[in-house]
């Protein structure tokens, strides 16, 4: 019976170099089975299979990576990381970040969106940028187009835009205004699960769809539903 052998120890043996630098290679992405990329050091393979290590192979540590992806309606936020695949990365992602399984390790969710809304959301191993959309969510701004229904109270526009209560807070002032006969646009801070429906509600509409189209200074553009970017180096939110 031919035994089989963990691919850390076999590229270990093949560099002549450390088991836990051996691992580091795999992990990283840099190591083929076979001619398929594979990043789990503990398993086994057999002694007739090619090991590959790639010509760019490098040590440096994997910087933390920020994830943006347009979440479909009526999806939990919170289950959305499930849909973060090789197969809905975008194929024009203009990073030059391959996909790796350890890009998927510690990502926290920053802002979840209603379960019924759409729209962008941003996953991040990044402890700057969890911080300055997490503690810094009262100063950036987020821009939501909403689909309504129904008859706007006389001065409907106007409470929408400041006048309006929710969580029994008033809210600060905001930029509300009509994109056409059924759609409104909303720019505003501290955004709140469930406060745009509510008041729609207060001036006699009804909400049919909500997308979330930018956070800060990053927007949506066209991300496909369902599909993800890493965020590029020069965005800011």
Not at 99 to 104: N, V
Not at 119 to 133: A, E, H
Request: charged letters at 25%; hydrophobic letters at 40%; a positive charge.
């Amino acid at each position: 019976m031919i035994e089989s052998i963990r691919l850390a120890k076999r590229l270990a043996e093949q560099l002549a170099c450390s088991r836990s630098m051996a691992e580091q290679y795999i992990e990283s992405g840099w190591v083929e089975v076979d001619g398929v990329v594979t990043e789990e050091p503990g398993c086994r393979i057999l002694p007739h299979q090619q090991v590959t290590l790639s010509p760019q192979a490098s040590l440096a540590p994997i910087a933390p990576v920020t994830i943006l992806l347009h979440k479909k309606a009526d999806e939990d936020s919170r289950l959305s990381l499930g849909s973060i695949t090789a197969e809905t990365h975008v194929p024009d992602d203009r990073s030059g970040l391959r996909f790796l399984k350890r890009h998927l390790n510690d990502l926290k969710l920053t802002d979840p969106l209603d379960t019924h809304a759409s729209g962008l959301l941003v996953f991040s191993q990044d402890w700057r940028i969890t911080r300055t959309l997490i503690d810094g969510h009262a100063r950036i701004e987020q821009e939501y187009i909403v689909e309504v229904s129904g008859n706007l109270a006389a001065d409907g526009l106007a409470l929408l835009k400041h006048g309006l209560s929710f969580n029994g807070k008033v809210l600060p002032p905001m930029s509300v205004s009509w994109q056409n006969e059924t759609r409104l646009r909303f720019a505003l801070k501290s955004a709140q699960p469930l406060q745009i429906p509510h008041m729609c509600e207060k001036v006699g509409l009804r909400v049919v769809s909500l997308k979330r189209m930018r956070i800060g200074r990053v927007p949506l553009s066209r991300l496909p539903t369902g599909q993800w970017r890493y965020l590029l180096g020069y965005e800011r939110f």
